[in-house]
């Protein structure tokens, strides 16, 4: 990472849960993460925490919240919320492989903003779970240290020029005779 950026290892909390339409066995979503839960071994291998009659939350994996220093103001906003979220990425696997299970984490983020970009792709699916106080504390911290507010500049507009037509070029001027004749 680079100078002045952290990161806390999270374990991501998912569930896969029995659906009641007609298209769709089940569904697949992030409902929670542990602040500094251990890696899973063997990398891959999902634990069973809780099952249901309809439901099965697995230990996912872990993956590291990183914070940026000029992510800061991303990281703000989010605490902000009520409550503050970590987004947590996830993305289907792909049809030809035989894996173990349909969905696997890549990315856990403070930043609404980060999440965001992943969203308008469309491609993975992205949840926001509410960030424990362990981690709000970090993510605070962390914002206390780096944030700089940039200050605001309005910029200065040109003055309008109505003989200015356009890349710079001056309009044809015409006579006053009224006959339209170009010089």
Known sequence: MKQNDESLTVGVVVEKRKSNHPWIDHSWRAVAVIP??????PRGAWKV??????????????LPVALYRK????????LTQEPPRVFIV???VSE???????VYPILATASPYEAQDYLDSGEEIVEGV????ALIAFVSQF?????????????????YDPNDVGFGKRGPAFDDDGGGTRH
């Open 36 to 41: 500094g839960a251990p890696a899973l071994e």
């Open 49 to 62: 925490l809780e099952s249901g009659d309809d439901y099965t939350r697995y230990h996912a994996g872990s």
């Open 71 to 78: 992510e800061t103001e991303a990281y703000r906003v989010n």
């Open 90 to 92: 996830m993305r289907k």
């Open 96 to 102: 030809e492989g035989e894996a173990e299970q349909e």
């Open 130 to 133: 509410a960030m424990p106080d």
């Open 143 to 159: 914002v206390g240290e780096h944030h700089v507010d940039e200050p605001f500049y309005k910029r200065k507009r040109k003055r």
